[in-house]
């Protein structure tokens, strides 16, 4: 008997299918881990349980009855609950306030808070989790905070719960607190579905695991009969992309370096702990690591869009540490963004406004002051026929052109200023094949003309392909360095998942 | 092309639906429409009076709009333009009440630039706030308006107060004032209608053909995108805020030297809130903005007229209010065209 089953569910948003005919089926009072990286398209499943997102195709069961959700309320009406990464609580209402709201008991017309109060504690004692009930939510940690949301679910009758991602935002002792409380709910019949990209956790806790993989499903594994490994290969994919010939080259000086980088992210959380590496000239350094490893906190740090909290910077042996964004341009770093859309593109603004952009106050585009709109023309019309950007509209706007085409753009801005260090962050995502064998080659181009390159990817295939070493990042720090030609896929997925080069090597 | 040619046809479009209801709602109170509307042009553009009137009218109306119009360019509500008006004249008139040894050729720029910087200084605490603690301009902008208010009140009504009657400043010195360009009756118009499109002709250049106005359109369109190139988000919050509180400021000069050559509290009465109307209906387009401007101050200069006739005066708000109503919600009159289009 299944508690749920979705059967074939797509769903598409503009520009991507978050979801590809995919079928899970989790069992009655079991932890069932939903593993994958960021972007998988884990979360977009799990809010089309809870009716956050509609199914274009596909099939719901709930106990084995066929149902439609229309929303949260028939979510709860089914006896499924949410718990999201973000929590949904009110922080200046106390903990019994944010657990009934919505559905507060009433004595006459008045709100029975007496009532309220001893609700919730005794669904807290009934499974061990430990809240202040009068306590305002602004006031207690992280670790209540998602207890409170535990609880909002039991009190709303949930038998299915769902934890996305719920250790994220946890210290490890609060893990241990939120496994305890998951295995008593198991243990009172509930079933739980947990999300998440951490391969021990997984390995801890759960009884089954779907492992998800750009939108598909790639594997469904009983947790007693499986390993990290075997997790990490269905994780990262081994389908053979084309390769790309790599010609050998020689690399030259360090033009870049870091030493000891610490990075905070938006949270005030520790993201890069203590980094250091070097790029050479013509050569290629690939980071290869789960999304969400401090990665893009990286980047920012080294381009100057993040502060830096420790730590130092270095280009061609200059300290550039605390250096900005346009600092860092005119030495000659160049940077492909990994969120098009956010920071690589204008949408609003023409393709001939695009391509100028950091270049946009120098000669030929403008004397300082006036723009000279026909060398701008001249040079998107160049630009848009040597990186074939399609359509040859030079007056299209940015966020009209596909985005292969809108990669395009971008690769071909930053490459055409010549950089001496160039960072590329997931150059391919979410592009076609013909996109990424252009976006390749011309980053092999690069590194002919001695750039110093790197690149950061969740595309193992692609870091494999492109890089001359490979560092793997895991909790903001690096697992370990490897030639390409020296390691193996699953090496690779091992440290990406949280162990040392070390470890790994002794077997 | 598609893009431009909706940006013109929608508040042409909204302004034909307003007439449409209008003019139902004439002939339910009784009215013959079409004299309505005569009457409401005979107003306006009858005779070299009205037509002066008219121009007195739309000159600050133009500069406010401008001022809201250039800071929704660049990514910020700027709802101060009242504030900003109100101080940048209020300084202005303190400072050119005592230029009468200066003659007029120095008197007017430096007037002008005085009334200019206090609305840039004015709003550039706005841009400033945002761009250090995040606080939003809307907020700050109200506020600022209430505190600008009161101090013109207390300085008119005490340092600088002259007469009795009205609360009002002493009267700028002659050489401060604006040229006259027309002369009807008792009514003077000023050049201040050449400032206003002087500063249409320059916010256009600014924003379309320099890399200040390239930067400001950058952040406001994408802030992240803007860092990434290189752009100071700050700065140009800061700059934009300054140059939108500089047109406002520069409202207020034309009113103080072209108008009432004093400052009271009629000079601004609301014509900074006016600017939002304005640079919704012109689409914040600069030459948007001069017709949007004719049309309201049009209106408003007809609505006496056509008062006369028994028709009320407040029938030019119900038209107004429309216009802005549907030029805001432009997806309606979009959809409508769409379909109609689709039908075809």
């Given at each position: 008997m299944y508690a749920v089953e979705m059967v074939n569910i797509v769903k598409k948003f503009p520009g991507v299918l978050a979801n590809d005919h995919v079928t899970i089926r989790v069992k009655k009072g079991e932890i069932h881990a939903i593993v994958g990286e960021n972007g998988a398209g884990k979360s977009t499943l799990m809010n089309q349980l809870y009716g956050l997102y509609h199914p274009d195709e596909g099939e719901i069961f709930i106990n084995g009855e066929k149902v439609t959700i229309r929303g949260p309320k028939d979510a709860i009406k089914n006896g499924i609950g949410m718990v999201h990464q973000h929590f949904m609580l009110v922080d200046t209402l106390t903990v019994a306030e944010n657990v009934v709201l919505g559905s507060e008991p009433v004595k006459g017309l008045n709100f029975d808070m007496k009532k309220a109060r001893q609700d919730v504690k005794d669904l807290s004692e009934k499974y061990g989790l430990f809240v202040d009930v009068d306590a305002k939510i602004e006031d207690i940690p992280v670790g209540m905070q998602q207890r409170v949301e535990i609880i909002k679910t039991l009190y709303r009758g949930a038998n299915i719960i769902i934890l996305d991602e719920p250790t994220a935002v946890l210290t490890p002792q609060e893990v241990e607190e939120l496994f305890e409380i998951m295995r008593k709910l198991k243990d009172s019949g509930k079933t739980i579905l947990f999300i998440s990209h951490k391969l021990h956790e997984v390995m801890e806790i759960s009884d089954r695991i779907t492992v998800m993989r750009l939108g598909k499903v790639t594997g469904e594994l009983e947790t007693s009969k499986t390993n990290p490994k075997e997790i990490a290969r269905h994780m990262v994919g081994r389908e053979v992309v084309l390769r790309v010939t790599k010609e050998p080259h020689e690399p030259k000086e360090v033009v870049f370096e870091i030493k000891d980088l610490v990075v905070k992210d938006n949270r005030g959380l520790t993201a890069v702990n203590g980094i250091s590496f070097n790029v050479r000239k013509g050569e290629i350094v690939g980071i290869a690591g789960v999304a969400g490893n401090g990665q893009t906190e990286l980047v920012e740090a080294i381009t100057g869009l993040r502060k830096i909290e420790s730590g130092n910077i270095y280009f061609e042996g200059k300290d550039v540490t605390g250096f900005n964004p346009k600092q860092l341009r005119e030495l000659g770093m160049a940077h492909i963004p990994e969120d098009r859309l956010k920071h690589g593109l204008i949408k609003e603004f023409e393709a001939y406004y695009n391509v100028i952009l950091g270049q946009h106050y120098k000669y030929p585009f403008s004397n300082g002051t006036f723009l000279y709109h026909d060398n701008i023309f001249n040079y998107t019309k160049d630009l848009m026929e040597e990186f074939d950007v399609r359509p040859r509209k030079i007056d299209h706007l940015g966020g009209n052109f596909s985005g292969g085409n809108q990669q395009k753009l971008v690769v071909g801005r930053e490459i055409k200023t010549n950089p001496k260090f160039l960072v590329v962050a997931q150059p391919t995502r979410g592009l076609d094949v013909g996109a990424i064998e252009f976006i390749h080659k011309q980053i092999l181009k690069m590194r002919s003309l001695d750039a110093g390159i790197l690149l950061i990817s969740m595309e193992l295939e692609e870091i494999f392909s492109l890089s001359d070493r490979i560092l793997v990042m895991y909790e903001g720090e690096i697992m370990g360095e490897v030639k390409p030609e020296e390691t193996t896929i699953e090496e690779v997925g091992l440290m990406m998942t949280g162990h040392r080069f070390e470890e790994v090597r002794r077997g | 092309m598609n893009k431009k040619f909706m940006a013109i046809l929608v508040p042409v479009v909204s302004v034909l639906i307003a007439l449409a209801i209008s003019t139902i709602i004439i002939i339910l109170i009784g009215k013959n429409p079409i004299d309505a509307y005569g009457a409401l042009i005979k107003g306006s553009f009858g005779s070299k009076q009205a037509i002066a009137d008219t121009v007195i009218k739309t000159t600050p109306l133009i500069l406010t709009g401008l001022a809201v119009g250039f800071g929704f360019r660049a990514?910020?509500?700027?709802?101060g333009a009242e504030g900003q008006m109100v101080m940048g004249a209020l300084i202005a008139a303190t400072f050119a009440s005592n230029f009468g040894f200066l003659p007029p050729l120095i008197a007017i720029p430096l007037t002008i630039l005085i009334a200019m910087s206090v609305g840039a200084g004015y709003a550039a605490i706005a841009g400033f706030l945002k761009a250090k603690t995040g606080a939003h301009e809307v907020v700050t902008t109200i506020m600022l308006n209430w505190i600008a208010t009161y101090f013109a009140s207390y300085m008119v009504t005490g340092p600088l107060k002259v007469g009795s009657g009205t609360p009002k400043s002493p009267e700028i010195a002659d050489s401060a004032q604006l040229p006259i360009l027309m002369k009807v009756g008792a009514i003077e118009m000023s050049a201040g209608i050449i400032i206003a499109i002087i500063a249409a002709i320059f916010m256009y250049i600014l924003l379309n053909k320099t890399t200040t106005g390239y930067e400001i359109k950058a952040v406001g369109f994408n802030p992240y995108a803007a860092e990434y190139g290189g752009i100071s988000v700050s700065k140009n919050i800061v700059l934009a805020m300054a140059i939108s509180g500089a047109l406002a400021g520069l409202a207020g000069a034309t009113e103080l030297m072209g108008v009432h050559h004093r400052f009271l509290g009629e000079l601004s009465g609301g014509k900074g809130f006016d600017g939002i109307s304005i640079a919704l209906i012109g689409q914040n387009n600069p030459i948007g903005i001069i017709f949007a401007a004719f049309l309201i101050g049009a209106l408003r200069t007809g609505s006496n007229e056509m008062q006369f006739i028994?028709?009320?005066?407040?029938m030019v708000m119900i038209i107004q209010g429309i216009v802005i109503f549907l030029v805001a919600a432009d997806r309606i009159v979009r959809t409508i065209m769409i379909r109609k289009r689709v039908e075809k």
């Open positions: - | 990514g910020v509500f700027n709802i028994g028709v009320p005066k407040h």
